[in-house]
C-alpha cells in the first residue's frame, strides 16, 4: 500500500491517548484515560519541576456544586447575554458536583474554604447557594492541590515529556481524524501517534500579546499575573527602566513625560483624602497612606489578567467542533482551552472546570476505538 501522505514516514512514539498540556486538566485527562485502561503520553512546553500552568500558580481552590439543578441555574445566570447549550450545562452541572469524591479517589484531602456566602461571587443570582469552593490538604494555596494532582499522575505509568511543546495535528486527509501530535523535542520534530485520541489542555493565549490584540478588541497588551515563569523580574525592574524615581514630584513627572503641575495636585488631592480617612474618588476604604517623604516611585500600570477562556469550542463530550458543530473525530479538549464560561466567572470554578472535563474527555478519549 502507498503512504498516506498525511503520515509520517515513522512516527517517534505510539500511545493510545496523547494529552497536550500538564494543568489540572491535562493531570484529569490523563488520569481517567489510564485508569481506563489505556497507555497515556502528557506533553508539556515547560521544563520538568516547572509545568503546572494556572493551576499551579492558581489560589488552589476548585469548584464543587451541592445541586445539578442549581448549578444549572447559576451557570445560565453567569452566562447571561451568551448562552451555553442545555447539554453542555448539564454534563458540566453533573460532573463538577463529583469533584470531591474523584480528588477523595486519588487519596486527596478536599476541604471547604470561604463557606458560603463568603465566596459567593454574584449572590444575588439564581441557584448560586449551590456553589461550594474546595481545596486539597489542611491549608489552601501554596500549589497544594496541584502537588496532589502531580503525584496522582506520576504513581501512574504516564509517559511525561517536558519542553516538548505540540505544534501541529496530524490528521487524516480522507476521514479528517486526529491521528496524532506533531510536538517538537530538543530542537527537532517528534511525531507521536495517538491510536485512539489527542486530547487539548494546553490553556489559553495570556502570554500572547499578538494574540491579546488580535481576540481581545480595545487592549493594546496586557500582561498575565499567572505566569508559570517567575523569574526574579521584580528584582531587576529598577535596571530595566520599569520603576522611575526621583527626588522631587517635579522631576518624577518630567521623568514621566507628564506636566508637573498636573501630577503635584493629583498627589495633594490623594493626600487631603488619606488624611479625611476617606476617598470621594474611587471608595477605597483601605491604604489610604499620603504620598509624602522623597524618594519617589513611579511604574506603569496595564491591564492584566490571570487567563483567557477562549478557544475551540467542545460539545458535552469534550470533543473539539467544527462550526457546524459537528466533531472532529479523535480530538477532545479541557480545561481553558475552549471554557465553557462566556460572560461571568465563579471563583475556583476555572479548575473545577479543568477537573470535571478532564474525566469527561479522558473517558470518551479512551473509549475510542485504535484507528490501527
Sequence with gaps: MAQQLWLPATWDRQVDVVVVGFGAAGAATAITAYDAGTTVILLDKAPQGHAGGNTRVAGQGYLNTSSVDKAMTYLHALCGPYRVPDPMVRVWAEEVGQNNAWVASLGGDPQEHQHPPVGIEFPELPGSDCVRKFHHGPVVGYSNTWDMLARAVRG????????????????????????GVRAERDGKPCDIKASKAVVLTCGGFENNQEMIRTYLPGLPYCYPSGSPYNEGDGVTMLAKGWIRRAETLTALARTLGLPPAVLEETVTRWNAHCHAGADPDFGRTKMLCPIQSAPFYAIELSPSMLNTQGGPRRNARGQIVRPDGSPIPRLYSAGELGSIYSYLYQGTGNIGECLAFGRIAGRNAAAEQSWR
Design 156 to 179: 501512574r505509568a504516564i509517559d511525561m515529556l517536558y519542553e516538548t511543546p505540540g505544534k501541529a495535528l496530524i490528521q487524516d486527509g480522507v476521514t479528517q481524524a486526529i491521528l
